[in-house]
């Protein structure tokens, strides 16, 4: 075993660690999270014979943690002050690791291993930051000695961090089922899925850190509502094929429905502040309408052996769907969304037509430039925004019954052979509820 393993075999047990060790607090453990999941993402690229059908989901996580980091010292919580000390061990060891790969890497025989670590580290820090989080937003509602609007703004940034770590969490937990884990072989229906669902998650975070523009979020949130879209009429094929059980589909299929819509909304409402002045990434263009086309031809070509991992690629995607509007309200929240000048100043005339003050600067306006959102429209984009994350968070939850382990390479139904004293006695799928009512949702707590 190389040196290099046995660092990375370092920093999983110091993850593990970090369970008794951390000091619990909440707002250090997020501090902490953004530049542990950027040394483990630095690992991973040193890796550079890492197998090519791979969901990118530590490159996924750690964009999404570029994402928060930007924006973790300018929001009410968790504000600026020293990240935990057990996790910034961790994140030294991956450090550690990644700077020893450069001189000693890592031989194919070890690369498995390699890559498990780093996914278990992150599995087990994102679990610890969303625990400290969900238990810190219930202390702040059951605390009375603080003032009652600003203790449950607090603890709704808090319980929305925690569903943003659920969703992380689940995205660590599957990069430690690669394909060969779940069967012996990978088939192009399953893995063009998940290429899919990876270059769509990734350009949507790109292109949201790198442009940070109105333009680039209409044109984002169409293409998700139309992802959405598509991902809801698999489900209904996939429910006809045996792919998806119907319990789960009865559940999953409501929010899907919930989840364009906001989507949508929050298309319509990012039209009004934006007048197409910022070109937009072919690259995230491409990436969204490829994905429709996958999810179209999964639900209607795909072949028993497919199943497992098309239910992975669609975990996947509605987990990132929750990181994508997460990281959509950072630039929100935090006034780092622009739009063109002129956009600004159309809506602040019709929200304030009083006010004698000219909104915009009027040379800004005529040279066509773009600008920091105003106090005054971000509430425009916020309320969309959160609908749309509360219900990708939802999804997530609802999708709970897609069990890719569980899930039988098996076609599903009645065998077309007369039932004899041998034929085996049809059983339940595994692990799901015998209720066919759709629970209520609770997502807007």
Avoid: C, Y
């Amino acid at each position: 075993m190389s040196t290099t393993t046995e660092q990375l075999r370092l920093a999983f047990h110091l993850a593990l660690r970090a369970q008794h060790t951390s000091e619990f607090d909440a707002a250090a453990l997020v501090r902490a999270w953004p530049r542990l999941a950027g040394a483990a993402w630095s690992v991973q690229q040193s890796l550079t014979s890492s197998t090519s059908n791979s969901d990118q989901l530590v490159e996924r996580i750690a964009l999404d943690a570029q994402s928060l980091g930007a924006a973790v010292e300018r929001q009410p919580w968790p504000g600026p002050g020293k990240p935990d000390l057990a996790l910034s061990q961790v994140t030294a060891a991956l450090e550690h690791s990644a700077a020893m790969i450069q001189t000693a890497p890592i031989g194919p025989e070890e690369l498995p291993e390699a890559n498990r670590l780093v996914a278990s580290s992150l599995w087990i820090t994102s679990q610890l930051v969303g625990r400290a989080a969900r238990d810190h937003s219930f202390d702040l509602r059951m605390d009375h000695t603080r003032p009652q609007p600003a203790q449950l703004e607090l603890a709704s940034v808090a319980r929305d961090t925690q569903r943003r770590f659920n969703a992380v969490a689940q995205l660590a937990a599957g990069a430690l089922a690669e394909p060969g884990q779940r069967r012996p072989a990978p088939t192009d229906a399953g893995a063009h899925l998940r290429r899919a669902v990876a270059v769509w998650d990734i350009a949507a975070h790109r292109a949201l850190i790198g442009d940070r523009s109105t333009t680039v979020l209409h044109v984002l949130s169409h293409l998700e509502a139309e992802s959405v879209k598509a991902i809801e009429g698999f489900v209904t094929q996939a429910t006809e094929s045996g792919i998806i059980d119907r319990v789960t589909a009865g559940r999953l299929s409501p929010i899907l429905r919930d989840s364009s819509t906001s989507w949508e909304q929050l298309r319509d409402a990012s039209a009004e502040l934006s007048f197409g002045s910022v070109p937009v990434p072919m690259k995230l263009i491409t990436a969204g309408r490829d994905l429709q086309e996958r999810f179209a031809d999964a639900g209607r070509h795909s072949q028993p052996e497919d199943h497992p991992e098309i239910l992975h690629a669609l975990s996947g995607h509605l987990a990132s769907a929750v990181t994508i509007s997460a990281a959509a309200r950072d630039l929100i929240q935090t006034g780092d969304l622009r739009a063109p000048a002129r956009a600004i100043a159309r809506v602040m005339s019709e929200q304030f037509p009083g006010r004698l003050a000219a909104p915009i600067d009027a040379v800004a306006i005529q040279r066509r430039q773009t600008l920091p959102l105003t106090p005054e429209t971000r509430p425009i984009l916020a309320g969309p925004s959160r609908r749309a994350f509360l219900d990708a968070d939802e999804a997530v939850n609802r999708a709970a019954g897609l069990d890719t382990l569980m899930h039988s390479p098996l076609p599903i139904g009645p065998s077309v052979e007369s039932p004899g004293k041998h034929s085996p006695p049809t059983q339940p799928p595994p692990m799901m509820s015998t209720s066919t009512k759709p629970a209520s949702p609770a997502r807007h707590r």
